[in-house]
């Protein structure tokens, strides 16, 4: 069960878990304080832990909402592993396209809305993601010896990618700010999982054999998670 709350300068959302055995803080993608905690510990002595953590969560908050888009004109985004600026332009068709460094979103109004934005900027990150991934899965299925495998490309804030049990790769729109390596990573990693279904020692030591600086490639992607969510 969740309930909502304030103190001090920060408003929260509380949910209750049984599995719980003290209370965690964590700040999401859009700025707000999430809490969870067991079931006998008090409103009150959480809000004075959310107190005493007070200055080291305004800071998260802070980071946190600096990294939100606006979707207006000058707007920044990672695409293919470096940052572009928003452009929008007055035409005829509604489109959306990189152009040296700059997504040129062109809309039949002068002033289109940030959602409207929003939307053309997730059509063009999950058609390029898709085309990518699509240009890199064969080579790298044929060089681990798995059949080349379907794939979907999906708005998923959490996670860079996943494997079903089904053996059904899925990656992220979020995917197109990523650069050739960093894509091939998870590339890799994904169908790594049709070997080895876990994060088995035998699972690392595939990605080593086929990518052995896959460990500084996973540290570059978590350090540009809050930079690539198009919240």
């Avoid at 600026?85 to 002033?111: C, H, K, N, P």
């Avoid at 053309?120 to 080579?139: D, K």
């Amino acid at each position: 069960m969740k309930t909502v709350g304030k103190v001090a300068q920060i408003p929260y959302t509380l949910t209750r878990r049984r599995t719980n055995k003290n209370i965690v803080l964590r700040v999401n993608d859009h700025g707000h304080v999430e809490v969870s905690a067991p079931f006998l510990v008090s409103k009150a002595n959480i809000e004075e832990f959310i107190l005493a953590n007070e200055e080291k969560l305004l800071s998260r908050i802070r980071e946190r909402t600096a990294a939100h888009h606006t979707y207006r004109e000058g707007d920044r985004f990672l695409y293919e592993g470096r940052t572009v600026s928003l452009a929008i332009e007055q035409g005829g068709r509604t489109r959306i396209r990189e152009e040296g460094g700059v997504l040129r979103a062109t809309t039949a109004e002068a002033d289109p809305s940030p959602e409207d934005v929003r939307a053309l900027v997730e059509v063009l990150y999950r058609r390029r993601t898709r085309l990518r991934v699509q240009a890199m899965l064969p080579s790298w299925a044929m060089r681990l010896g798995v059949a080349t495998p379907s794939f979907s490309v999906r708005d998923s804030k959490k996670r860079w990618a996943s494997c079903s049990s089904t053996g059904r790769l899925n990656f992220s729109l979020r995917c197109q700010a990523l650069s050739d390596e960093q894509l091939a990573y998870l590339v890799l990693h994904e169908l790594a999982h049709l070997i080895h279904f876990d994060h088995s020692p035998a699972f690392h030591a595939l990605l080593k054999e086929h990518m052995p600086s896959y460990k500084g490639i996973e540290r570059s992607l978590a350090l540009i998670q809050s930079e690539s969510q198009l919240i």
